[in-house]
């Protein structure tokens, strides 16, 4: 979930159960990742109707995701002994999958299946299996266990009976939470442009010790450390790229990881390096630069606040994060940063620091060359165009949230996204692979086309920046040429969306000597005879001046949001996300305190009511279905009291059109006090207000010993 559209994010959910709880913690976390968020809801477990149905919140959905909540339960038919029939379960199951394999072609944003926990010793678990199987590898669709998102989010009460009974609301609000956060962060990590590189630091930071002070051999791996090493170690294999920022001597640096064969991280797992005395902004600006990658892409790591602190003032693209002073906390901590989340890791992520390290070969080669042309000519160059096949797309939706520099629009798309577009009549999409004598690059290239009006239009060409640079550009060209003049098509035209990042793709289109361009609508358009455009080759002539990099005029935004570390320090357990939701809920609808309340209760009242029906409340004569209240959230407030003031009420004690706060207060204090009803506990209230001191206590000492 990101900013980047003043559009709103859409969450439409279809759930087994009553749902609606969720609602106050998806829109808590709106607000901290500072994104306009609307939410809709399906009718109540109706999700194979809601996946199939055209009309449906789902299909209407055209920014955001779209979520199944499902506890595999209640796929099963009831005995008339109460029991659960397993084997409906399955059955139920597989129609659900059919559903699902059905809609995802027509669904446009990605589809989370969220499983939950179900109540104790539900047959559930071959019907879960047999979903997952029947569902694997399905574009656009993204699996996430109750086992998995629990592991993060631990709640110590899950279930709440009483709740279920009443509404089908069969989780504690501490569980809600939680599950709008599993739900929230996979979408934020769906939608947001992925982080490329983490650059860290080394004294204190990989290691405990200063090799230069300490001498190589005095540095130590204590446990906090090596689980940062292997949690970068386990981000390089996920495809992030891993660099070091450190003010160091090199052969120190270089000695100490001699020294320590038992460090995971070896100093070949980094990409790149800046050992020296620069100041760190400097460092990273430069590794970006021989990365040919943004500074928005790098998450910087470090045990110095300070040098966090000149990171965030001097470079605020790269997300800075301090790891916390207490380093037995690392492991939590780590494990709460967002942006080291990956939704889906495909082959070419698995390779990326190997594909990375041809690339730099391939420029260190070129730059000593005696003749660029020659170079070229000797490369070997291999460039295979294909049409779309489904086991790339997880990969073709990684280019287009990933490529910026090589882009003719930065259009993001999904995989659910592209997998409907595909469907579209006329629409072809082709990958591009690519390999020369340094190695194989995998699938660095994707390019969107339909035909019209005579000409084959080009709705999207991206290209890896790891294969610029050696003609590949030209050899897909010269293809999507050849494959229009097969259709008797005579035109191919580009259209480009200028953009701060994607100045290589104009060069390119503009080297073209046979083209011409126009402008149109703030974008411009280029068009080709297709007869010259399919002798398109490198040649030095075509070879335009590289972009300028991050400057004063043109550089990369920073992010809409970076407060991950914020949220890994405070908001990581369920029962902080629930306080924290609770507290901003009753600031934000002005909840009083000592304020027209006559009694702790009806404070305490206030709050809740505050918070459930979203509005101020005043005074003890509000009217809680007056200000909106209805069944729903009538069931949420006897939650509420019962978790506040350890009372359980009865629907009828609050379903009333006469509820007021201070008649619900009222209520509360007499079943507290062990009274039937509120006029026996007014009473009560007299017959102690008409007591002497002397008898008060009196009657205190005689309650203490009965007690004892």
């Known amino acids: 979930m990101t900013s980047h559209s003043s559009e709103p994010f859409h969450i439409a959910i279809a759930a087994s159960f009553t749902a609606e709880p969720i609602e106050p913690f998806l829109q808590f976390w709106a607000r901290r990742l500072k994104m306009p968020l609307e939410t809709a809801y399906a009718p109540y477990n109706q999700i194979v109707q809601t996946l199939l149905d055209p009309g449906s919140v789902f299909s209407s959905n055209r920014r955001g995701v779209n979520v199944i909540l499902l506890r595999t339960s209640d796929l099963a038919q009831m005995r008339t002994d109460g029991s659960l029939i397993a084997e409906a379960a399955i059955a139920n199951a597989g129609q659900l999958a059919d559903a699902v394999r059905s809609a995802l072609p027509r669904l446009t944003v990605p589809l989370l299946f969220v499983l939950c926990p179900q109540e104790e010793n539900a047959p559930a678990a071959e019907a879960e299996a047999a979903l997952r199987s029947a569902l694997a590898a399905q574009p656009g669709l993204h699996f996430l266990p109750y086992s998995e998102w629990l592991a993060l989010y631990p709640v110590t009460q899950m279930h709440d009976a009483r709740a279920a009974e009443i509404a089908r609301i069969p989780y504690t609000e501490e569980m809600f939470a939680a599950l709008a956060t599993a739900v929230v962060r996979r979408a934020h990590t769906l939608s947001m442009p992925p982080y490329k590189v983490v650059a860290v630091d080394l004294d204190n930071t990989l290691w405990r010790g200063i090799c230069g002070e300490d001498g190589p051999g005095g540095v130590v791996l204590d446990p906090p450390r090596r689980h940062l090493q292997e949690f970068l170690l386990r981000q390089r294999e996920a495809g992030m790229l891993l660099a070091i920022a450190s003010k160091n001597n090199f052969s120190d640096v270089l000695e100490t990881f001699n020294a320590h064969p038992e460090f995971p991280l070896r100093l070949e797992h980094f990409a790149a390096w800046r050992i020296d005395w620069n100041p760190k902004p400097v460092n990273l600006a430069s590794l970006g630069a021989e990365l040919n990658l943004g500074l928005e892409s790098f998450i910087f790591l470090d045990d110095n606040p300070k040098e966090c602190a000149e990171v965030s003032s001097s470079a605020p693209e790269v997300l800075s994060i301090a790891l916390p002073s207490d380093l037995e906390d690392l492991p939590e901590f780590l494990a709460h940063i967002w942006a080291f989340d990956h939704p889906s890791v495909t082959e070419e992520d698995r390779r990326r620091s190997e594909l990375m390290a041809q690339s730099l070969e391939f420029s260190r080669a070129a730059q000593s060359a005696s003749s660029l042309e020659e170079f070229i000519a000797s490369l070997n160059l291999r460039v295979d165009v294909q049409p779309l096949a489904p086991e790339r797309l997880p990969r073709a939706a990684q280019l287009t949230q990933r490529t910026n520099q090589f882009n003719t629009t930065t259009i993001r798309r999904t995989e659910a996204e592209l997998a409907a577009l595909e469907q579209t009549p006329g629409v072809r999409i082709f990958t591009v692979e690519v390999s020369d004598r340094f190695g194989e690059y995998g699938l660095t290239g994707l390019v969107i086309v339909f035909t019209r009006l005579n000409e084959m239009f080009v709705e999207a060409l991206m290209l890896s920046c790891r294969v610029l640079g050696r003609g590949v550009e030209h050899r897909i060209l010269a293809r999507l040429a050849e494959l229009a003049l097969d259709e008797g098509v005579y035109t191919v035209t580009v259209p480009l969306t200028p953009t701060a990042r994607n100045a ?20 411009l358009v280029f068009r080709f005879p297709a007869v010259e455009l399919q002798t398109l080759r490198w040649s030095p002539a075509s070879l335009q001046p590289a972009a300028p990099r991050e400057t004063a005029s043109i550089r990369a935004a920073a992010r809409s949001f970076s407060g991950y570390a914020e949220i890994a320090r405070s908001l990581r357990t369920p029962a902080e996300i629930l306080t924290a ?53 009538a069931v949420l407030l006897l939650m509420r009291v019962k978790e506040e003031f350890g009372v359980e009420l009865a629907v009828d004690d609050v379903y009333s059109g006469s509820l007021t706060l201070g008649s619900l207060a009222a209520l509360i204090d007499a079943r507290r006090l062990g009274a039937a009803d509120p006029e026996e506990y007014e009473a009560l209230l007299a017959e102690i207000a008409n007591l002497s001191d002397e008898e008060v206590r009196a009657l205190l000492e005689r309650e203490m010993q009965q007690e004892e």
Do not use: M
């Not at 290589?504 to 974008?523: C, K, M, T, W, Y």
């Not at 304020?595 to 305490?604: G, P, Q, V, Y």
């Not at 809740?608 to 959230?633: E, R, T």
């Open 504 to 523: 290589p793709a104009r060069a390119f289109l503009e080297s073209i000597p046979f083209g011409q361009v126009h402008e149109d609508n703030g974008g």
């Open 581 to 633: 939701s609770r507290r901003e809920a009753a600031e934000a609808q002005g909840a009083s305190t000592g304020r027209a309340f006559s009694s702790e209760t009806e404070e305490k009242l206030a709050r809740i009511w505050a918070g459930i029906l979203q509005k101020p409340i005043l005074n003890s004569d509000a009217n809680f279905f007056d200000l909106g209240g209805h069944s729903l959230l």
